[in-house]
C-alpha cells in the first residue's frame, strides 16, 4: 500500500491552513508555500470541503480556510478524505470476502497491521504538527532511550 501524492499535498495544504489560525488562503498561496503544482490543489480542496475539513468563499477575496479545529483534525482524517477508506487487502475492506475464510492462516496478520497503522494516523492531529508535539512523540530516543 502506498498513499498518493494527492494525498501528500492534500495533509501538506491542510498544516499550511491550520498554522492561519483561521485565516483564509488561496489555493495559489498554498500551493506556492508548500511546493504543490497548483493543478492539483483544485481538486484537493473540493475533496476536503466534500468532508467538512475547509470551506471555502468565492469572489475578490475569497480563498478556503479550516472548518474544523485543528486538534481535531487527525491525519487519518484527512487521509480518508482524499483516499477513502483503506485496506491493506480487499478482505479488510468494510463488507470485504475473503475468499479463503477459515482457512486464511495470516488475515489475521492483515488485520493487525492495518489496525496499527490507522491507528497512528488517528494518534496524531494537526494540532500535534504545527506545536510541534508530533515530532517529538515520534523521535526515536536512541540507543538506551526509552
Not at 87 to 113: F, P, S, T
Request: glycine content about 10%.
Amino acid at each position: 500500500m502506498q498513499l498518493t501524492s494527492r494525498t501528500e499535498y492534500a495533509v501538506r495544504a491542510m498544516i499550511d491552513l491550520a498554522r492561519l489560525a483561521g485565516d483564509q488562503a488561496t489555493a495559489r498561496e498554498i500551493a506556492k508555500r508548500q511546493e504543490i503544482p497548483p493543478k492539483f490543489l483544485p481538486q484537493i480542496m473540493v475533496d476536503l470541503s466534500r468532508a467538512g475539513l475547509v470551506q471555502g468563499t468565492r469572489g475578490s477575496g475569497g480563498g478556503v480556510r479550516l472548518a474544523v479545529d485543528p486538534a481535531k483534525v487527525t491525519i487519518r482524517r484527512i487521509v480518508d478524505a482524499i483516499e477513502g477508506p483503506m485496506a491493506l487487502y480487499n478482505c479488510l475492506e468494510d463488507g470485504g470476502v475473503c475468499k479463503r475464510q477459515g482457512r486464511c492462516e495470516v488475515q489475521h496478520i492483515w488485520a493487525w497491521a492495518q489496525s496499527r497503522f490507522l491507528s497512528a494516523l488517528d494518534d496524531f492531529t494537526l494540532e500535534d504538527i504545527i506545536t510541534g508535539d508530533a515530532k517529538r512523540r515520534t523521535q526515536d530516543p536512541g540507543p538506551g532511550g526509552s
